[in-house]
């Protein structure tokens, strides 16, 4: 069992920057695969990110030469850099986790807000 929040979210200018923060509470941490996901109004939830135990990553193709997925064990924390953001990057952005051996995206969190606009 892991809980999961996201904070760092808000209101952002077009080609501007927000790196986005994913707290995770207890231990296995360092076992677990992370992802970012997002879902704008009326669409469907997005894959954007995916960080393995061994740090390799992916990206969707949306999003990849302008996101960077991070983690620190240490800290029980994954981020994700959003750079020359887009309007079309507004969305609710989550973190999920998956536990060994599937990796399946199983626990959630809450989400934050991201707004692109001018």
Do not use: H
Not at 17 to 41: H, K, V
Not at 49 to 77: C, H, L, P, Q, W
Not at 83 to 97: E, G, H, I, R, S
Not at 100 to 107: G, M, T, V
């Amino acid at each position: 069992q892991v809980q999961l929040v996201e904070s760092g979210g808000g209101l952002v200018q077009p080609g501007g920057s927000l790196r986005l923060s994913c707290a995770a509470s207890g231990s296995g941490f360092n076992i677990y695969r992370m992802y970012w996901y997002r879902q704008a109004p009326g669409k469907q939830r997005e894959l954007v990110a995916i960080i393995t135990t061994s740090r390799s990553t992916e990206y969707g193709g949306s999003v990849k030469g302008r996101f960077t997925i991070s983690r620190d064990n240490a800290k029980n924390m994954l981020y994700l850099q959003m750079n020359n953001l887009k309007p079309d990057d507004t969305a609710v952005y989550y973190c999920a986790a998956g536990r060994p051996p599937n990796f399946s995206a199983e626990y959630w969190g809450q989400g934050t807000q991201v707004t692109v606009s001018a």
